[in-house]
């Protein structure tokens, strides 16, 4: 009899009509933004590849693909990643994108790289090859984590 409970609570959980506990449900998934302004999983899947090309240094993200997702500065967004990711064929814990407003400044998409050390990385960026890149790729580690940079400059100056 107890399995029949259970079995029926889980069916009534996965309904409609549990909002409470569909609420708590998405409560344990993983925290989209450090800054509290999460896009849902379907948000970040269509963001997703633009941001990846932007991390690898193949495209320029226009602040455009950012739309609905409020910066925590002007022309700054901090976003955790809502489900496993990689650039370069690293797993990034954190991507942090900076897209000068007045345009003048360029921009920067910088990942940061969890479980692997500096030297895996440049490893790594070898590996993956001189390709045809929009800005420069640099790898550095300024404190626990290694952090995956393309900076973009823009404008003739």
């Known amino acids: 009899r107890p399995r029949r409970q259970t079995s029926r ?9 549990n909002q409470p ?3 708590l449900l998405l409560a344990a998934m993983p925290v989209v933004l450090f800054d509290g302004n999460a ?3 379907e948000h970040w ?19 455009a693909t950012l739309r609905g997702i409020p910066p925590s500065e002007p022309g700054n ?8 990711f990689t650039v370069f064929g690293l797993p990034v814990a954190q991507v942090r994108l900076f897209i000068d407003p007045d ?5 920067s998409y910088t990942a940061v790289i969890e479980k692997r050390s500096l030297e895996q990385v440049n490893r790594q960026l070898e590996f993956a090859g001189n390709r045809e890149r929009i800005g420069q790729l640099s790898a ?8 995956l ?9």
Do not use: F, K, Y
């Open 9 to 17: 609570s889980i069916s009534t959980a996965s309904g409609l009509e």
């Open 21 to 23: 506990m569909r609420l």
């Open 39 to 41: 896009p849902n999983l």
């Open 45 to 63: 899947l269509t963001i997703e590849p633009a941001v990846q090309a932007a991390l690898e240094c193949r495209q320029a993200l226009p602040a």
């Open 77 to 84: 967004w901090t976003l955790t990643p809502a489900r496993s």
């Open 103 to 107: 345009g003048e400044l360029g921009a």
């Open 140 to 147: 550095d580690q300024p404190g626990q984590h290694i952090e």
């Open 149 to 157: 940079t393309c900076t973009v400059v823009t404008g003739s100056g």
